[in-house]
């Protein structure tokens, strides 16, 4: 051991210096190795993460290790496309729930420094925050942007997110997005924003930086209050922090509009200006309020207020009424508003009339307001289409009227004109959600007073209850044709009960109508179902109506009037009437008699009947029995003989028949039906029409029965028929009668010697008459078109005892009806009369009805003159055309007309007249005349004038010749040489010039002098 041990030490000393080296490699490996896992341990962690996020366990591990999200049925990989049925995340007070979602983006853009999201999709996305304890002082100061410069580019190809709600309201049910970018400038492809019927589309770009400037166009589809469409087409420009704003309005609302806009400063300052040139805000108001030459304008901030102002026009019927409103918009009020109406003043004359109305309201702590008007000969009726001014003028009227606390109070005194003379009327009102109180109203007038007070309940059922004084009270103020002078007392309480009245109203009045003894009582009581009506009395001078009635479970009446003066009751309405009634029974099965007499009665002077006579029985099953017979009725500038009409049956079927003779023709008519029949409120037939003209002896008659409906619209409708007498038709197609009248009716074999009772004795026509009409009678004019045909025939004139025939070959007559042009065809020709075309435009809704047409005529023949004049010999042809122009009544005339190879003789007539040339040129309202003849070889003629019809007709004219041979036997045989001038002006006919006689038998005869 010894020896071993002394053996070993001296190698033991090497051995600790062999050793050393070893030691000092160990410690630099171990560096080294800790150096190495550092540095693998990242890589290593994410290559797990992303082996793991490769794989449906992975990703699913990897979701549950986030707090508070869960993940039901997700699957796929979250490093290419992952899905699940609903994912739900809860945390710092916030709930989110995703249905359906859909992720998927593609890895490999990374190695092109591309962040691409290839498809981002969820149905329905739910978020629910609870609001936060302290939410804080508000921001005061503007936000500041960041400058953002993206280090890869980020490219969203398919973003589809349905419907989100956030605490329970939608914001939108679909947003669909499609964006790019790099760096600091971010493209926005294609944006779409839904919600209802609200639609947003955008497209654009923004930098991120500086103030973010931007180019964004905006298109927005809204849901317009009135009509089909309401487009807006936006464009932002500027940047984030000042951001411009113009665009224009399309649909419901035509305008333009431009804007500013500070987003990020906390008080939101805003510009807008908004124009239209007509605006109607909804389609069933009145042209009348339509808005034209419309301005808004808008400047302010959310936290100051805007100041808002609007200017317009309204097309008032009797005049523009220019509207103006300026006021403070803030979030809790309106402030200094001021409304003003103003338009031509009403009861006509010089100046102008307005409204005014001044206030505020506040809705900050509680709703509140208070109002000023003022109103001076406003023509407020002119707002309303088809109102003619009333007969009151309201000269001043003024009120104030404050709410506060869910009360409110109002004072109104007015000052008014009426055809009696001034009126004033003052009212106080009080009231409440639940009711009002009028607790004064005073209105007097010239002609009496008015006095009372009233309430008026709305909390539960419509209440209400009132007494009113009269005194010598005259309505003719409001209305001339009721002038009176009353007294009494007129009360009356009740309630609306399911939408029913149950009620009591109560009159006694006494005192002048129409300057005659009058008094007025009754009482009227009901529950909505039955109904009492008691003592009913009216009396004025010695005419009388009184009786009382039933309505409801049981039906009985009974009335009387007895009006021998009528005249004293209502002016205007002269003779004798005397009417009774009586009624029993129930509403389902009434039972009753009816009579009415009437002798001599007038109104006014558009209508009168000498007599008429009304008798009615209405039997249990509904029959009714009815005659009335009405002796000499005139009206409209006719005269009805007689008319008997008869009306028996049922409501379900019950005939009616009607004769009526007039001294031109009797028409006899029958209908049969039943009212309430099927879908139509009646619905029957015409089953028999005659009609007797004794003039042209023709008796029409109805071929068979027409069918004849009044629908639940009330649209009249008569089915297709036909008329006939001898070889005679007319016929109509089925037709509308009311509203919007369409007819369409055919004629054939119509001979025009029945007509004969309209024309002159000396003339007669042989044609047969063809025609068709379509018509349509439209809201904004007639439509359709007039076609008549009288093919072959000819004219006849009596002429010396004898007829003279004149032939056609061809006569049309073409009539085309627009609601603003009417369209007139003529077409003439025969042997003789040549060929005469028309084609004219009428525009009636043009002053004057201007014309605008074009006429041509060939080859007249002058010779069927000839029998006319009593002439030998008249031969001749004239042509022409021309265009008309102008007033209807007054037209203008352009053209041409002219005679050739004229001749005219007779051994009465001193100068014949051969190769006789004549030619009219029209300017317009004048025309130039020239013309030339010869009368043997050796003479010629000439004429030259004009003839003026601008105002009353002027003429002049200048005859010349040479060698006219003038036979006068037996005294004279000569030759003459005229130059006259002939002057027709103001109805006087002025001759002046000189004849003279070369050439005769009576040497002694040399020359002639005229004068005038």
Same mark, same amino acid.
């Given at each position: =051991?010894?020896?071993?041990?002394?053996?070993?030490?001296?190698?033991?000393?090497?051995?600790?210096?062999?050793?050393? $080296?070893?030691?000092?490699?160990?410690?630099?490996?171990?560096?080294?190795?800790?150096?190495?896992?550092?540095?693998?341990?990242?890589?290593?962690?994410?290559?797990?993460?992303?082996?793991? /996020?490769?794989?449906?366990?992975?990703?699913?591990?990897?979701?549950?290790?986030?707090?508070? %999200?869960?993940?039901?049925?997700?699957?796929?990989?979250?490093?290419?496309?992952?899905?699940?049925?609903?994912?739900?995340?809860?945390?710092?007070?916030?709930?989110?729930?995703?249905?359906?979602?859909?992720?998927?983006?593609?890895?490999?853009?990374?190695?092109?420094?591309?962040?691409?999201?290839?498809?981002?999709? +969820?149905?329905?996305?739910?978020?629910?925050?609870?609001?936060?304890?302290?939410?804080?002082?508000?921001?005061?100061?503007?936000?500041?942007?960041?400058?953002? !410069?993206?280090? @890869?580019?980020?490219?969203?190809?398919?973003?589809? /997110?349905?419907?989100?709600? @956030?605490?329970?309201?939608?914001?939108?049910?679909?947003?669909?997005?499609?964006?790019?970018?790099?760096?600091?400038?971010?493209?926005?492809?294609?944006?779409?924003?839904?919600?209802?019927?609200?639609?947003?589309?955008? &497209?654009?770009?923004?930098?991120?930086?500086?103030?973010?400037?931007?180019? +964004?166009?905006?298109?927005?589809?809204?849901?317009?209050?009135?009509?089909?469409?309401?487009?807006?087409?936006?464009?932002?420009?500027?940047?984030?922090?000042?951001?411009?704003?113009?665009?224009?309005?399309?649909?419901?609302?035509?305008?333009?509009?431009?804007?500013?806009?500070?987003?990020?400063?906390?008080?939101?300052?805003? &510009?807008?200006?908004?124009?239209?040139?007509?605006?109607?805000?909804?389609?069933?108001?009145?042209?009348?309020?339509?808005?034209?030459?419309?301005?808004?304008?808008?400047?302010?901030?959310?936290?100051?207020?805007?100041?808002?102002?609007? !200017?317009?026009?309204?097309?008032?019927?009797?005049?523009?009424?220019?509207?103006?409103?300026?006021?403070?918009?803030?979030?809790?009020? *309106?402030?200094?508003?001021?409304?003003?109406?103003?338009?031509?003043?009403?009861?006509?004359?010089?100046?102008?009339?307005?409204? &005014? =109305?001044?206030?505020?309201?506040?809705?900050?702590?509680? %709703?509140?307001?208070?109002?000023?008007?003022?109103?001076?000969?406003?023509?407020?009726?002119?707002?309303?289409?088809?109102?003619?001014?009333?007969?009151?003028?309201?000269?001043?009227?003024?009120?104030?009227?404050?709410?506060?606390?869910?009360?409110?109070?109002?004072?109104?005194?007015?000052?008014?004109?009426? $055809?009696?003379?001034?009126?004033?009327?003052?009212?106080?009102?009080?009231?409440?959600?639940?009711?009002?109180?009028?607790?004064?109203? #005073?209105?007097?007038?010239?002609?009496?007073?008015?006095?009372?007070?009233?309430?008026?309940?709305?909390?539960?059922?419509?209440?209400?209850?009132?007494?009113?004084?009269?005194?010598?009270?005259?309505?003719?103020?409001?209305?001339?044709?009721?002038?009176?002078?009353?007294?009494?007392?007129?009360?009356?309480?009740?309630?609306?009960?399911?939408?029913?009245?149950?009620?009591?109203?109560?009159?006694?009045?006494?005192?002048?109508?129409?300057?005659?003894?009058?008094?007025?009582?009754?009482?009227?009581?009901?529950?909505?179902?039955?109904?009492?009506?008691?003592?009913?009395?009216?009396?004025?001078?010695? !005419?009388? +109506?009184?009786?009382?009635?039933?309505?409801?479970?049981?039906?009985?009446?009974?009335?009387?009037?007895?009006?021998?003066?009528?005249?004293?009751?209502?002016?205007?309405?002269?003779?004798?009437?005397?009417?009774?009634?009586?009624?029993?029974?129930?509403?389902?099965?009434?039972?009753?008699?009816?009579?009415?007499?009437?002798?001599?009665?007038?109104?006014?002077?558009?209508?009168?009947?000498?007599?008429?006579?009304?008798?009615?029985?209405?039997?249990?099953?509904?029959?009714?029995?009815?005659?009335?017979?009405?002796?000499?009725?005139?009206?409209?500038?006719? *005269?009805?003989?007689?008319?008997?009409?008869?009306?028996?049956?049922?409501?379900?079927?019950?005939?009616?028949?009607?004769?009526?003779?007039?001294?031109?023709?009797?028409?006899?008519?029958?209908?049969?039906?039943?009212?309430?029949?099927?879908?139509?409120?009646?619905?029957?037939?015409?089953?028999?029409? #005659?009609?007797?003209?004794?003039?042209?002896?023709?008796?029409?008659?109805?071929?068979?029965?027409?069918?004849?409906?009044?629908?639940?619209?009330?649209?009249?409708?008569?089915?297709?028929?036909?008329?006939?007498?001898?070889?005679?038709?007319?016929?109509?197609?089925?037709?509308?009668?009311?509203?919007?009248?369409?007819?369409?009716?055919?004629?054939?074999?119509?001979?025009?010697?029945?007509?004969?009772?309209?024309?002159?004795?000396?003339?007669?026509?042989?044609?047969?008459?063809?025609?068709?009409?379509?018509?349509?009678?439209?809201?904004?004019?007639?439509?359709?078109?007039?076609?008549?045909?009288?093919?072959?025939?000819?004219?006849?004139?009596?002429?010396?005892?004898?007829?003279?025939?004149?032939?056609?070959?061809?006569?049309?007559?073409?009539?085309?009806? &627009?609601?603003?042009?009417?369209?007139?065809?003529?077409?003439?020709?025969?042997?003789?009369?040549?060929?005469?075309?028309?084609?004219?435009?009428?525009?009636?809704?043009?002053?004057?009805?201007?014309?605008?047409?074009?006429?041509? %005529?060939?080859?007249?023949?002058?010779?069927?003159?000839?029998?006319?004049?009593?002439?030998?010999?008249?031969?001749?042809?004239?042509?022409?055309?021309?265009?008309?122009?102008? $007033?209807?009544?007054?037209?203008?005339?352009?053209?041409?007309?002219?005679?050739?190879?004229?001749?005219?003789?007779?051994?009465?007539?001193?100068?014949?007249?051969? #190769?006789?040339?004549?030619?009219?040129?029209?300017?317009?309202?004048?025309?130039?005349?020239?013309?030339?003849?010869?009368?043997?070889?050796?003479?010629?003629?000439?004429?030259?004038?004009?003839?003026?019809?601008?105002?009353?007709?002027?003429?002049?004219? !200048?005859?010349?010749?040479?060698?006219?041979?003038?036979?006068?036997?037996?005294?004279?045989?000569?030759?003459?040489?005229?130059?006259?001038?002939?002057?027709?002006?103001?109805?006087?006919?002025?001759?002046?010039?000189?004849?003279?006689?070369?050439?005769?038998?009576?040497?002694?005869?040399?020359?002639?002098?005229?004068?005038?």
């Amino acid at each position: =051991m010894t020896e071993q041990q002394s053996q070993q030490a001296p190698e033991g000393g090497s051995s600790e210096q062999a050793v050393k $080296p070893p030691l000092r490699r160990r410690w630099w490996f171990w560096a080294l190795v800790l150096l190495g896992l550092l540095l693998i341990l990242p890589l290593v962690l994410i290559t797990v993460i992303l082996l793991a /996020l490769r794989s449906e366990t992975g990703t699913a591990w990897v979701i549950d290790q986030v707090p508070g %999200l869960e993940a039901e049925a997700g699957r796929g990989s979250l490093l290419g496309q992952w899905q699940a049925e609903e994912l739900d995340w809860q945390g710092y007070g916030v709930t989110l729930r995703i249905d359906d979602p859909v992720i998927a983006w593609s890895p490999s853009c990374l190695l092109r420094k591309t962040v691409c999201l290839d498809t981002l999709k +969820v149905t329905d996305v739910s978020v629910d925050v609870q609001p936060a304890a302290d939410p804080g002082p508000a921001r005061t100061t503007a936000l500041d942007l960041p400058e953002i !410069n993206l280090p @890869v580019a980020v490219a969203i190809n398919d973003v589809d /997110l349905g419907a989100l709600t @956030v605490n329970g309201t939608k914001i939108w049910d679909q947003l669909t997005l499609a964006a790019g970018g790099s760096g600091a400038a971010m493209t926005l492809e294609q944006a779409r924003y839904q919600r209802d019927d609200i639609v947003v589309t955008a &497209e654009g770009r923004v930098e991120l930086r500086g103030d973010w400037p931007l180019d +964004v166009d905006l298109g927005v589809q809204l849901p317009p209050p009135s009509g089909d469409n309401w487009a807006l087409d936006l464009n932002l420009g500027g940047s984030v922090r000042d951001v411009r704003l113009t665009g224009t309005s399309r649909g419901y609302l035509d305008a333009e509009f431009s804007g500013t806009a500070q987003p990020l400063d906390p008080s939101l300052p805003a &510009e807008l200006g908004l124009q239209s040139r007509q605006f109607l805000p909804y389609h069933t108001l009145p042209e009348t309020l339509t808005l034209q030459d419309w301005a808004l304008s808008l400047q302010g901030s959310l936290a100051k207020g805007f100041r808002t102002r609007i !200017n317009a026009l309204l097309p008032g019927t009797t005049g523009d009424i220019s509207a103006s409103a300026k006021g403070l918009v803030t979030t809790q009020a *309106v402030e200094e508003l001021k409304l003003r109406l103003s338009g031509p003043a009403a009861g006509g004359g010089d100046g102008t009339g307005h409204l &005014e =109305m001044n206030g505020q309201a506040s809705w900050d702590e509680e %709703l509140s307001a208070q109002a000023e008007v003022d109103m001076q000969r406003f023509p407020w009726y002119s707002l309303i289409p088809d109102l003619s001014a009333p007969p009151v003028v309201i000269q001043q009227l003024q009120g104030s009227a404050s709410y506060r606390n869910e009360s409110y109070s109002a004072d109104l005194k007015a000052d008014v004109t009426g $055809p009696q003379g001034d009126a004033s009327l003052d009212a106080l009102l009080e009231g409440d959600l639940e009711s009002v109180r009028i607790t004064q109203l #005073d209105i007097s007038t010239g002609a009496g007073s008015l006095t009372g007070d009233g309430k008026l309940a709305f909390a539960g059922p419509l209440a209400w209850q009132g007494q009113f004084q009269l005194e010598q009270f005259n309505p003719g103020y409001w209305v001339p044709m009721l002038e009176a002078s009353l007294n009494g007392q007129v009360s009356t309480e009740g309630r609306l009960v399911s939408g029913a009245p149950d009620m009591t109203l109560d009159w006694d009045l006494q005192g002048r109508w129409q300057k005659e003894a009058a008094a007025a009582r009754g009482a009227l009581a009901g529950d909505g179902q039955n109904w009492v009506l008691e003592d009913l009395l009216i009396t004025v001078a010695d !005419n009388r +109506v009184e009786g009382s009635g039933r309505y409801g479970e049981e039906l009985q009446a009974n009335l009387s009037a007895r009006l021998p003066q009528p005249e004293r009751l209502l002016p205007g309405l002269e003779g004798r009437l005397s009417a009774e009634l009586e009624l029993s029974g129930t509403v389902e099965d009434p039972t009753g008699t009816a009579s009415l007499q009437a002798q001599g009665l007038a109104w006014q002077d558009a209508v009168a009947v000498d007599e008429a006579d009304l008798r009615a029985d209405l039997t249990s099953g509904g029959v009714l029995s009815s005659e009335l017979e009405v002796l000499g009725l005139n009206a409209g500038g006719q *005269v009805l003989q007689r008319i008997d009409a008869n009306l028996n049956g049922t409501r379900g079927q019950h005939e009616l028949s009607v004769q009526a003779s007039h001294a031109d023709a009797t028409v006899a008519l029958t209908l049969a039906g039943g009212l309430e029949s099927g879908d139509s409120l009646w619905q029957g037939a015409l089953n028999r029409g #005659d009609i007797e003209i004794p003039g042209p002896g023709q008796t029409w008659q109805l071929e068979g029965p027409a069918s004849l409906t009044v629908s639940q619209s009330r649209e009249v409708t008569l089915g297709q028929h036909c008329w006939r007498w001898n070889d005679s038709s007319i016929c109509a197609e089925d037709q509308q009668l009311w509203p919007n009248t369409r007819l369409a009716l055919r004629m054939r074999d119509f001979p025009a010697q029945a007509l004969e009772p309209l024309f002159p004795e000396t003339f007669r026509w042989d044609a047969q008459l063809n025609a068709t009409l379509d018509l349509a009678l439209t809201d904004t004019g007639p439509e359709g078109e007039l076609r008549l045909d009288a093919g072959r025939g000819g004219f006849e004139f009596l002429v010396l005892d004898e007829w003279e025939r004149l032939e056609h070959r061809r006569m049309e007559l073409g009539l085309e009806l &627009e609601p603003r042009q009417a369209d007139l065809t003529v077409v003439m020709a025969g042997p003789k009369l040549g060929r005469f075309n028309a084609n004219i435009s009428v525009d009636p809704m043009s002053e004057g009805r201007s014309i605008d047409g074009r006429f041509s %005529l060939d080859s007249l023949d002058l010779s069927l003159a000839q029998a006319l004049s009593g002439l030998e010999k008249v031969n001749g042809t004239i042509n022409g055309q021309g265009r008309l122009s102008g $007033p209807l009544m007054n037209p203008e005339v352009y053209g041409e007309l002219a005679l050739t190879e004229g001749s005219f003789f007779d051994p009465d007539l001193p100068l014949p007249m051969e #190769d006789a040339v004549l030619v009219l040129e029209f300017q317009g309202r004048s025309a130039d005349i020239s013309g030339r003849w010869k009368s043997n070889d050796r003479s010629s003629g000439q004429l030259d004038g004009s003839l003026d019809w601008t105002q009353t007709p002027e003429l002049a004219m !200048n005859i010349t010749g040479e060698r006219l041979p003038v036979t006068y036997e037996p005294y004279a045989r000569v030759e003459l040489e005229p130059d006259l001038d002939i002057r027709f002006r103001s109805g006087e006919l002025s001759i002046s010039g000189e004849v003279a006689v070369p050439r005769g038998d009576n040497p002694g005869i040399r020359r002639y002098g005229v004068r005038r």
